[in-house]
């Protein structure tokens, strides 16, 4: 993704917290000699649902996540550090992704937001 298309995603998302989360990390993720403890994972925007299932991503079906993660999380994982994700982790990311794909109407008044 550029630089250009980054910052206009972050326009288009900034001043609305609940876009954008953070997830701390059960196992953190080794990236050379950094270590990654917290990802941020944004509400994906439609194009970056292209060539996928909607009903897969519901169902948190691992190839639909594997592919939209690397699109939405800042720092940007990598398929192979997807493929690499503790299971818990990788469940707290899918969850964050079904919740950001349900309308506003099918999630509880206080957490509408």
Do not use: C, H, W
């Not at 509400?43 to 691992?62: H, T």
């Not at 996540?65 to 707290?92: S, W, Y």
């Amino acid at each position: 993704m550029s630089a250009t298309s980054t910052a206009a995603i972050a326009a288009v998302t900034a001043g609305t917290a609940a876009l954008i989360r953070t997830i701390t990390l059960d196992t953190p993720i080794v990236r050379g000699e950094a270590s990654i403890d917290s990802i941020e994972i944004r509400k994906p925007a439609s194009g970056e649902l292209r060539g996928l299932n909607m009903v897969a991503l519901s169902q948190l079906e691992y190839a639909s996540l594997e592919t939209l993660l690397p699109r939405i999380t800042n720092p940007p994982l990598t398929v192979a550090e997807v493929r690499a994700l503790d299971p818990a982790d990788f469940m707290q990311l899918g969850g964050e992704v079904m919740d950001f794909l349900l309308p506003k109407a099918a999630k509880p008044a206080s957490l509408a937001e």
